[in-house]
């Protein structure tokens, strides 16, 4: 991954430059570097981060890029898009209520967060929460993933846009080997996607995969 702002190398980890300094979100490790205070992004807990160990080529995110997470969770992997995406906007659809705390706690202190109570399968429940976007983020782990990420793609990507879709494949068919999954969910895609990248997490996250693509 060729290097970007607000993204600095630490040996093997990458650390994000803290969006709010001294503080810490999922007691992540602080590290001061050339003045200033820098986030380690855990792999284990961060799939992207996972993907970016692993060798992530197409990772084009900027100051101003704005960004629509499927799927945010308790805003572990959000937080850092927050560090990197400084001036932009994450908007950080999640369906459950226990996590959504998490995120509104999050975004109080970091304005570029925009939390959304919303389920994935209903991106025009959203739309007049949600800009045009450079990425999605999809992290929702259901077999029906592709669809929910399609209706999202084609309502709020920009044109060039970039996805990072992770596949857990035992969240898509367990009586299927991974790879088996894996490459049925990319044969799927072929139709409305161009794939330019895709990477298995293993060690990091057992069975999943982080496929980077395009619509068509």
Not at 127 to 133: D, N, Q
Request: one cysteine or more; proline letters at 3%.
């Amino acid at each position: 991954m060729e290097q970007k702002v607000n993204i600095q190398q630490f040996g093997a980890d990458v650390g994000t430059l803290n969006l709010v300094p001294g503080k810490k979100v999922y007691g992540e490790r602080l590290v001061k570097h050339g003045g200033q205070e820098y986030r380690i992004w855990d792999a284990y807990r961060s799939k992207i981060s996972a993907a970016i160990k692993l060798g992530l080529k197409n990772f084009p995110l900027s100051e101003n890029s704005r960004i629509l997470y499927l799927g945010a969770g308790n805003g572990t992997t959000v937080s850092h898009l927050s560090d990197i995406c400084n001036r932009g906007l994450i908007f950080a659809v999640e369906n459950f209520s226990r996590p959504m705390v998490d995120l509104l706690r999050l975004s109080k202190s970091r304005q570029n967060i925009i939390p959304i109570f919303e389920d994935a399968h209903k991106p025009q429940h959203y739309s007049s929460l949600t800009s045009e976007v450079d990425f999605i983020v999809a992290d929702v782990a259901q077999r029906d993933q592709l669809d929910i990420l399609t209706k999202n793609a084609e309502t709020f990507l920009k044109k060039g846009g970039i996805i990072y879709l992770s596949v857990k494949a035992r969240s898509i068919d367990v009586t299927l080997t991974p790879d088996k999954v894996f490459s049925n969910i990319l044969a799927q895609m072929a139709g409305k996607f161009n794939i330019l990248e895709s990477i298995k997490l293993d060690p990091y996250e057992k069975d999943h995969m982080c496929i980077v693509a395009q619509l068509k």
